[in-house]
Nanobody, 113 residues
Framework: QVQLVESGGGLVQPGGSLRLSCTAS????????MGWYRQAPGKERELVAT???????TYLDSVKGRFTISRDNAKNTLYLQMINLKPEDTAIYYC???????WGQGTQVTVSS
């Protein structure tokens, strides 16, 4: 069984920063590509960023230049560094593999004045 635990969310003002972490049981980060997803109220869950096992990254257009996804396979941890946060970034953030089979409970990010 694979369990993913997201952390690092919180309440931040527009323009602020947060770093999210995702830690997995086992060692799946060395085997799989990983992604960060988010779901805002009333919206479908969307893919925010991905990182392959080789370190190649992709980003949702609206977060390019502001978010950075990274991974530390030795620590079995995925990160999402977020800067210049905007109210529209408010959502519950999740990590998962491209198969979307290992949802955790997510971590809430709220961007508000």
């Amino acid at each position: 069984q694979v369990q993913l635990v997201e952390s690092g969310g919180g309440l931040v003002q527009p323009g602020g920063s947060l770093r999210l972490s995702c830690t997995a049981s086992g060692s799946i980060f060395s085997i799989n590509a990983m992604g960060w997803y988010r779901q805002a109220p009333g919206k479908e869950r969307e893919l925010v960023a991905t990182i392959t096992t080789g370190g190649r990254t992709t980003y949702l257009d609206s977060v390019k230049g502001r978010f950075t996804i990274s991974r530390d396979n030795a620590k079995n941890t995925l990160y999402l560094q977020m800067i210049n946060l905007k109210p529209e970034d408010t959502a519950i953030y999740y990590c998962n593999t491209p198969s979307r089979r290992y949802w955790g409970q997510g971590t809430q990010v709220t961007v508000s004045s």
